[in-house]
C-alpha cells in the first residue's frame, strides 16, 4: 500500500472552447435586440446589448437619426447594468425626418464603448447601425 507522501495528485486540464472565453477583448458590442413604442408625444426606442455599454461615452452626439443628430428634447436613459438603452424622441421631430413617407428610421450609434474594457485609456470605440420600419399611428 503507498504511503500518502507517495501518491502524487493528478491534474486534469479543463478544456474551454474559444467560444466560452468571457474575456472582454473576445466579445464585440453588438445590439441583440430592439423595439420601439410609441406614447402620444414620444417615440421610444429600446435597445438591448450583448455587453453592459460604458453610458459615459454615450452622448446625445453619439446617436444620429436619418444621417441627423438626436433632436434637443429627445432623453437617452440606460439601466443600472448598461445593457438597456432608451432613446425617447418627440413625434414631431420624427415625423419631420421621415423622407418621402418612407417609414424607416435609420439610427447609427457610433464612438460607444463596452463597460468591462480592462483598458480605459485604449478602449475600442464601436459604430452600430439598425433601421426600424415604423407608421405612426393615427
Avoid at 468571457?22 to 438591448?48: G, H, N, W
Avoid at 461615452?57 to 428634447?73: G, H, I, R
Wanted: charged letters at 30%; glycine letters at 0%; aromatic letters at 8%.
Amino acid at each position: 500500500m503507498p504511503q500518502s507522501s507517495d501518491v502524487v495528485p493528478v491534474y486534469r486540464k479543463r478544456n474551454n472552447p474559444a467560444s466560452d472565453s468571457f474575456s472582454p477583448q473576445t466579445r464585440k458590442l453588438s445590439i441583440e435586440k430592439f423595439s420601439v413604442e410609441q406614447a402620444p408625444d414620444f417615440i421610444t426606442v429600446m435597445l438591448i446589448f450583448n455587453i453592459p455599454v460604458d453610458p459615459l461615452s454615450f452622448t446625445e452626439e453619439s446617436v444620429s437619426v436619418n444621417k441627423m443628430q438626436l433632436p434637443e428634447k429627445s432623453t437617452i436613459k440606460f439601466n443600472r447594468t448598461g445593457t438597456e438603452l432608451h432613446i425617447a424622441i418627440p413625434v414631431e421631430e420624427i415625423e419631420s425626418r421621415m423622407a418621402d413617407n418612407s417609414q424607416e428610421l435609420q439610427f447609427i450609434l457610433k464612438d460607444i464603448a463596452a463597460k468591462d474594457v480592462i483598458d480605459k485609456d485604449n478602449q475600442p470605440k464601436n459604430e452600430l447601425q439598425f433601421s426600424i420600419r415604423y407608421k405612426f399611428a393615427e
